[in-house]
């Protein structure tokens, strides 16, 4: 085990690679220059065997180890921006406005590539590596992960097992967090649309007013988490967007509406889009009025695989210290599109901390560089304890 003093001269560089991300961030399919950064700096670590342009802008590098035979493990990292103003400040602040880093997806991306330049040099290690950057996470379907996956990378690369990481701000710098099982929720989109009869705001008596018929179906959906869903099982349900009419001495002929679910548990995807549709319909019906209903999922619940969280529990507790692993993590009701990974192949997902900073998709969020060795050395161990048992 190595221990993080071992990666010090990495951090260094890897906080070179992270600050350049971080001032020309990319979003969703479009990390074109990310993209090329990522397989130039692969290139210079001596790493041959580098696939680009999977699902439009992925990579897979692959490193063979030079202590025998063996399966290929994933290690995933995620490439792409948000659509934010940055306001944190710093001098390697975003160039480009209206787009910044604001989950650390530059810092993923970092910690691997510092992984990447180690295990590269030291190959110790039986059968492969594959490291997975992958595009769009933070977009909705089809996201990167989804399509990296749909592009069959697991087939083609002869990944056995797949891990991946996230910063965690509000966890201490140098320490984890992780669980079996479902650790992010789902993420489902439903969009309705309340069809009445409009006509002046002075005659609503001659109307079908779809505003009040939507106020009622907004208040009947907070039943359906408060009295329909077993109060220990995870279930969102918001409504988010509404639109009705431009002027205020019209009723319009309709209304519509939009929000998401998000859940811990799969089965109770099947549920919510049942009593949305049926709850909606019901109370739209009883004031003479019809909807419209369109549920979209999006990505699966991430869940983590026994035998591979232990294996990633293992190596944290011993990098780190028993003390520094958090192996009951809470789930959080946030979706990740890992979960199409986890999905193909068992695995884990680990949160590493990222310190006091602002919090994730916040406009001052800013990747904590001295996270850097402590990504990079538990995807450095892990490798070496999972390749070689
Ligand atoms: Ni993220």
């Given at each position: 085990m190595r221990n993080v003093e071992t990666f010090r001269d990495l951090q260094r560089d890897a906080t070179e690679w992270r600050r350049h991300l971080h001032e020309n961030p990319e979003l969703d399919f479009r990390v074109d220059n990310t993209a090329r950064f990522v397989a130039e700096k692969l290139a210079s670590f001596g790493i041959d065997h580098i696939q680009t342009g999977i699902a439009e802008t992925g990579i897979v590098a692959v490193i063979q180890g030079e202590a025998g035979e063996g399966p290929t493990i994933g290690l995933r990292a995620d490439m792409d921006a948000l659509p934010i103003l940055e306001a944190s400040n710093k001098p390697w602040s975003s160039k480009i406005a209206g787009k910044m880093h604001a989950c650390g997806h530059d810092?993923?991306?970092?910690?691997?590539?510092?992984?990447?330049?180690?295990?590269?040099?030291?190959?110790?290690?039986?059968?492969?590596?594959?490291?997975?950057?992958?595009?769009?996470?933070?977009?909705?379907?089809?996201?990167?992960?989804?399509k990296m996956v749909e592009a069959g990378i697991m087939e083609r690369f002869n990944i056995s097992r797949v891990f991946g990481m996230h910063n965690s701000p509000g966890l201490d710098v140098g320490k984890f967090a992780i669980c079996d099982g479902p650790m992010m929720a789902s993420q489902d989109d439903f969009n309705i649309v309340v069809k009445g009869k409009g006509g002046h705001a002075a005659a609503p008596h001659r109307t079908v007013d779809p505003v009040v018929i939507a106020a009622q179906i907004i208040l009947g959906l907070q039943t359906l988490v408060s009295r329909s869903t077993d109060p220990t099982e995870a279930l969102v349900i918001s409504v988010t967007k509404l639109k009705a009419a431009n002027a205020n001495n019209i009723i319009p002929d309709q209304v519509e509406m939009g929000g998401t679910v998000r859940t811990l548990v799969p089965r109770l995807r099947d549920f919510a889009e049942r009593q949305i549709l049926a709850s909606s319909s019901g109370i739209a019906r009883g004031f003479g009025a019809d909807v419209e209903f369109k549920y979209v999922r999006s990505v699966p619940v991430t869940s983590n695989h026994t035998e591979e969280t232990n294996l990633a529990i293992d190596v944290a507790r011993r990098f780190v210290g028993s003390a520094s692993v958090n192996d009951k993590a809470r789930a959080g009701m946030g979706a990740e599109d890992f979960a199409y990974m986890l999905q193909a192949r068992p695995g884990a997902m680990i949160y590493v901390g990222n310190g006091s900073t602002a919090g994730l998709h916040h406009p001052a969020y800013d990747f904590n560089d001295d996270a850097l060795p402590y990504g990079i050395g538990y995807w450095v161990n892990l490798v070496e304890v999972v390749q070689c048992i």
């Amino acid at each position: 085990m190595r221990n993080v003093e071992t990666f010090r001269d990495l951090q260094r560089d890897a906080t070179e690679w992270r600050r350049h991300l971080h001032e020309n961030p990319e979003l969703d399919f479009r990390v074109d220059n990310t993209a090329r950064f990522v397989a130039e700096k692969l290139a210079s670590f001596g790493i041959d065997h580098i696939q680009t342009g999977i699902a439009e802008t992925g990579i897979v590098a692959v490193i063979q180890g030079e202590a025998g035979e063996g399966p290929t493990i994933g290690l995933r990292a995620d490439m792409d921006a948000l659509p934010i103003l940055e306001a944190s400040n710093k001098p390697w602040s975003s160039k480009i406005a209206g787009k910044m880093h604001a989950c650390g997806h530059d810092g993923h991306t970092a910690m691997l590539l510092g992984a990447a330049k180690y295990l590269a040099n030291t190959r110790q290690f039986k059968g492969s590596v594959a490291l997975i950057f992958q595009p769009a996470e933070e977009i909705e379907l089809p996201s990167g992960g989804l399509k990296m996956v749909e592009a069959g990378i697991m087939e083609r690369f002869n990944i056995s097992r797949v891990f991946g990481m996230h910063n965690s701000p509000g966890l201490d710098v140098g320490k984890f967090a992780i669980c079996d099982g479902p650790m992010m929720a789902s993420q489902d989109d439903f969009n309705i649309v309340v069809k009445g009869k409009g006509g002046h705001a002075a005659a609503p008596h001659r109307t079908v007013d779809p505003v009040v018929i939507a106020a009622q179906i907004i208040l009947g959906l907070q039943t359906l988490v408060s009295r329909s869903t077993d109060p220990t099982e995870a279930l969102v349900i918001s409504v988010t967007k509404l639109k009705a009419a431009n002027a205020n001495n019209i009723i319009p002929d309709q209304v519509e509406m939009g929000g998401t679910v998000r859940t811990l548990v799969p089965r109770l995807r099947d549920f919510a889009e049942r009593q949305i549709l049926a709850s909606s319909s019901g109370i739209a019906r009883g004031f003479g009025a019809d909807v419209e209903f369109k549920y979209v999922r999006s990505v699966p619940v991430t869940s983590n695989h026994t035998e591979e969280t232990n294996l990633a529990i293992d190596v944290a507790r011993r990098f780190v210290g028993s003390a520094s692993v958090n192996d009951k993590a809470r789930a959080g009701m946030g979706a990740e599109d890992f979960a199409y990974m986890l999905q193909a192949r068992p695995g884990a997902m680990i949160y590493v901390g990222n310190g006091s900073t602002a919090g994730l998709h916040h406009p001052a969020y800013d990747f904590n560089d001295d996270a850097l060795p402590y990504g990079i050395g538990y995807w450095v161990n892990l490798v070496e304890v999972v390749q070689c048992i």
